[in-house]
């Protein structure tokens, strides 16, 4: 407990220090924008929106957060621990009216709790056949990419976005295909139309993994080698998912 009481007692000495008191809302004057009618719009948005939420983003976090049913059934504990820790966390800062955090990198206030999501991540790949791994690995690495793209490309400014509902990076990958308006902002869009788009990604990235994990084991059962097939058939499901969800929310939104 020690590190953690020291911690503790140095930031709220950062504001005692600036402030005169050891609040941290003292640089706010005591008015946080805090409401709990902001969290019905801002939990779903850290994780969903393209420019702010984790998982456009960085969907290799999809494995942590998914991971914490398999962690259940073998650390009950730690895993309702670590659930209580995230929701209690996130639904604290959905409830900040500004849950963007201003003019700043996508997810900046849910990093603090991203870390621990590798222990369920981790507990999850363990337990994943050929193509669970194949799908994990292909996360991993558009979250590579991503972050690449971001920390790299215009001299690190597309990592840096205003509230326009429009993600930089984005408009820098296609300029000629309007990808922005494929994926949900819910800062563009009301919360439900955001979330309509939302559910159709998440509904077309759900059958295109059931129907390579169908073909793969079809393979299996002839006693095929499913390694080649992997290679080729996982990008070319998830591309064939990206192209079904893009034209899904073009048409919803009369794009």
């Known amino acids: ?12 000495g950062y504001f005692y220090a600036i402030y005169g008191e050891f609040s941290p809302a003292a640089a706010y004057g005591h008015y ?17 929106d393209q420019q702010f939420g984790v998982l456009p983003n960085a969907p290799a976090y999809a494995l942590g957060f998914a ?12 895993a309702i621990e670590m659930s209580l ?24 206030f849910t990093v603090p709790v991203l ?5 369920p991540a981790a507990v999850l ?14 996360a991993l690495t558009v979250s590579m990419l991503v972050t690449g793209t ?26 000629v295909v309007d990808m922005p308006t494929a ?10 139309v955001a979330l309509g788009h939302a559910a159709v990604w998440i509904v077309a990235l759900t059958a295109s993994a059931f129907v390579l994990r169908l073909t793969v084991r079809r393979a299996q059962a002839r006693g095929a080698d499913v390694t080649g097939r992997l290679a080729l058939l996982t990008p070319v499901a998830l591309a064939v998912a990206v192209m079904a969800a893009a034209s899904a929310t073009w048409r919803l939104g009369d794009v």
């Open 32 to 48: 946080t924008q805090s409401a709990l009618s902001n969290i019905p719009r801002a939990l779903p948005a850290l994780l969903f």
């Open 150 to 175: 971001l920390a790299l490309m215009e001299s690190g400014a597309l990592i840096f976005n205003d509230r326009d509902g429009f993600a930089r990076w984005l408009e820098w990958l296609t300029p």
């Open 125 to 138: 790949w363990s337990r994943q056949q050929a193509t669970g791994k194949a799908l994990a690995i292909s």
């Open 67 to 78: 991971g914490l049913v398999p962690l259940f059934r073998v650390r009950r504990r730690l």
């Open 115 to 119: 870390l621990m999501l590798g222990l």
């Open 183 to 192: 994926l949900p902002s819910f800062l563009r869009d009301t919360p439900d």
């Open 85 to 108: 820790l995230l929701v209690s966390y996130l639904m604290l800062v959905a409830a900040f009216h500004m849950w963007w955090g201003g003019w700043s990198a996508p997810a900046r």
């Open 1 to 12: 407990l020690v590190l953690p009481l020291l911690s503790a007692a140095a930031w709220f």
